[in-house]
């Protein structure tokens, strides 16, 4: 692993940034990020790297954005600081994964069996509902005629919950995250009941 | 293979920077959405080299009260125009601000349909309003 970055290198940044230096947070961006995430996936060895990395990305960010909140008199470095706001990040995006796994595990065991994968007939049924699943998601993409709304279907089929993801294809990045996260359930609403109506979907 | 993961590592907190308004990152991804240019065309149009992008998306806003210093600070680091750069802020405020009036019931927009206390005039009785 690298030496661990100069206090004063740190404490110089500190300043620059409590100083409005514009160009501070990208330095300190390149010094810490890469070291940061080695660390802190050290300390999460089976959590998804992308989960470390978003922590991690977020508690540097954070910082930047309101350095204040880092008070040096208090003897601690600053990357010690960056480092448990980053574990705390990551423990709370673990807990919240865990939560929607046990959600969608829930609502998966009331739909199928744990054995069917091991019994020959049922894994013959299975890929049958596989099938028709494919069958019907292609039926959906077929009667969404804007590519944008097909965009957000994809991207809902795939589990996917960062409302940015779906402002950007949206592109209202322009709006503030409030009206972003607005407008982005007012279109996956309208697509499932269109979906709904056509007798696509439950 | 280093030097690719920090790469790599840039570039997704430069795109988690993009929802966050105090970063450049966001200036620079709603200029190219109400402009409708590519990354690489503004990319092209400030200057800025691929490997450099996500570090400039990574610096912070200018201040409105230090407009000109900050400009200038991203400018020089970045080789870029301080013009052009100040022209894509400063659109992006004026969108910004445009936006904040548009959003029906912000704060303030009940004092217009208030009614006015009247100051009490020193050693007058209060009037009654319904005189």
Redesign the interface.
């Known amino acids: 692993m690298n030496d661990p970055p100069d206090r004063n290198v740190l404490d110089a940044l500190h300043q620059r940034l409590l100083l409005g230096d514009r160009l501070a947070s990208e330095e300190l961006s390149r010094l810490l990020l890469t070291r940061l995430i080695e660390e802190v996936g050290r300390r999460f060895p089976t959590t998804d790297n992308q989960i470390v990395s978003d922590g991690v990305i977020d508690a540097v960010l954070d910082y930047c954005g309101d350095p204040e909140q880092f008070n040096a008199d208090r003897g601690v470095p600053l990357d010690r600081f960056l480092a448990t706001a980053a574990w705390r990040n990551v423990d709370n995006l673990v807990i919240g994964e865990r939560r929607r796994k046990q959600r969608e595990r829930k609502v998966g065991s009331k739909k199928r069996e744990a054995d069917v994968a091991l019994d020959p007939p049922a894994r013959k049924i299975r890929q049958e509902e596989e099938d028709e699943l494919n069958r019907r998601c292609a039926a959906m993409f077929d009667a969404l005629t804007d590519p944008k709304d097909k965009e957000i279907l994809r991207l809902k089929l795939e589990g996917v919950r960062d409302t940015a993801a779906f402002a950007k294809v949206l592109k209202i990045t322009h709006l503030p995250v409030a009206k972003q996260q607005e407008e982005v359930k007012r279109h996956k609403d309208r697509i499932i009941r269109f979906l709904r109506r056509k007798g696509l979907l439950p | 293979m ?1 030097s690719d ?2 790469a790599d ?2 570039r ?2 430069a ?6 308004p ?2 450049m990152a ?1 200036v620079l ?2 200029y190219q ?2 402009e409708g240019m590519t990354e690489a065309s503004l990319r092209e149009h400030l200057g800025v080299t691929v490997a450099d992008w996500p ?2 998306e ?6 409105a009260e ?1 407009f000109l210093k ?1 400009v200038t ?2 400018a020089q ?1 970045f080789g870029i125009e301080r013009g052009t750069l100040a022209a894509i802020i400063r659109r ?1 405020d004026a ?1 910004e601000i445009v ?1 904040r009036r548009e959003q029906p019931g912000r704060a303030g927009t009940l004092l217009a349909a208030r009614t006015r206390k009247r100051k009490r005039r020193p050693g007058r009785p209060e009037e009654s309003s319904d005189e």
């Open positions: 280093k993961t920090e590592i840039l997704r907190a795109a988690r920077a993009r929802t966050r105090e970063f966001r991804a709603i959405d109400i570090r400039l990574l610096c912070l806003r200018p201040r230090a900050d600070q991203i680091g992006i969108v936006q």
